[in-house]
């Protein structure tokens, strides 16, 4: 790193450390936007987002009005039509200068600088360009009015280039985290998303009761329960496990940015009160714990001293109740409504 003195080496360590633990990729956005500011002085941002399939760039500037309105829609259209943009998208990743991609007199004479850089006040650019999600990258731009960006800019952009990378996919990964699993996780199953300090940032709908069910209330919004947070802060964290009123609950770490437990309920009873949700009668309930333990019906008929035929109409009774066509899926909805 020739060009590059300590403190631009210490300045480059303070925007990395400045991106990680962003919650979204809009934050990390705006954190890393800011943050090449100070880097590298620019009078307009540009952050764009292509998909590397189709050419379709999603277009940001900063100041929003540095640009005409519509202009780089109607200019750029896709990533070929600016010579960063498409430079970066055929795999050029290193810091690159406006210059250096496109020769100067041709791009003078051309509609990209009359109609949209010019105005915008972007007489140099630079940029690099990092993955994002498959399929995509990102480009950071930075524009200037006058003075055209040095070495230095170039190794400092170059310094930072893999940090950034890092903090983008990692900021997607939780994003994705968040939608997959604690907005909708599977079936028997919740999860926990926990920030920096081991609290929780993000939970699915089950997840706290459950854990306030088999480890006792966390002392503070937030907080895991006391069980779960020394379990936690105790490597090599085997899964925890707790069996409380015929539930049995497994808490795993899954190690990763974010860290994440996940929990897994099997319920092997059902609760008085989630039958009486379901309006099940004394007999649909007494069937129904049969066809819990018990799979053959003439077993259940011996079970409960019944006819093989009377078991077969209390359990076409019940599955027609619950809206399901077999006694294992009655006994699936009635442990679900358990959990």
Do not use: N
Not at 21 to 45: C, F, I, K
């Amino acid at each position: 790193m020739t060009w590059l003195e300590d403190i631009d080496v210490r300045a480059a360590d303070r925007f990395a450390r400045a991106l990680f633990g962003a919650p979204t990729v809009a934050e990390l956005r705006r954190r890393a936007l800011s943050g090449l500011a100070e880097l590298v002085p620019a009078d307009v941002l540009m952050w764009d987002r292509v998909d590397l399939g189709t050419g379709v760039v999603r277009h940001e500037a900063i100041p929003a009005d540095a640009e005409p309105p519509g202009a780089f829609a109607a200019i750029v259209g896709d990533a070929s039509g600016h010579p960063l943009l498409s430079a970066h998208a055929a795999r050029r990743r290193p810091a690159l200068r406006l210059s250096e991609a496109a020769a100067p007199r041709r791009l003078l004479h051309s509609e990209l600088y009359g109609d949209l850089l010019h105005p915008s006040g972007v007489e140099y650019a630079i940029a690099i360009g990092v993955r994002a999600e498959h399929g995509e990258i990102v480009v950071a731009g930075l524009g200037r009015t006058e003075r055209q960006f040095s070495e230095r800019d170039r190794e400092l952009l170059d310094l930072v280039r893999p940090a950034l990378e890092a903090a983008l996919q990692e900021a997607g990964a939780r994003e994705r985290l968040v939608r997959a699993l604690a907005v909708d996780p599977p079936p028997g199953t919740a999860v926990v998303l926990l920030d920096g300090y081991g609290e929780i940032e993000h939970s699915s709908f089950d997840a706290e009761r459950w854990l306030a069910e088999h480890f006792e209330p966390a002392e503070h919004a937030g907080w895991l329960p006391a069980a779960v947070a020394a379990w936690l802060a105790v490597p090599p964290r085997p899964p925890l496990v707790s069996v409380r009123d015929g539930r049995r609950l497994a808490v795993q770490l899954l190690p990763g940015d974010p860290h994440a437990l996940l929990l897994e309920e099997e319920v092997a009873s059902f609760r008085p009160g989630a039958l009486v949700r379901l309006g099940l009668t004394p007999r649909e309930t007494e069937v129904l714990c049969a066809a819990g333990a018990i799979e053959e019906e003439a077993d259940i008929a011996w079970e409960l001293c019944l006819s093989l035929h009377a078991v077969r109409d209390r359990l076409a009774h019940l599955e027609a109740k619950l809206g399901v066509h077999t006694a294992a899926d009655a006994v699936s909805r009635a442990l679900r409504e358990s959990s």
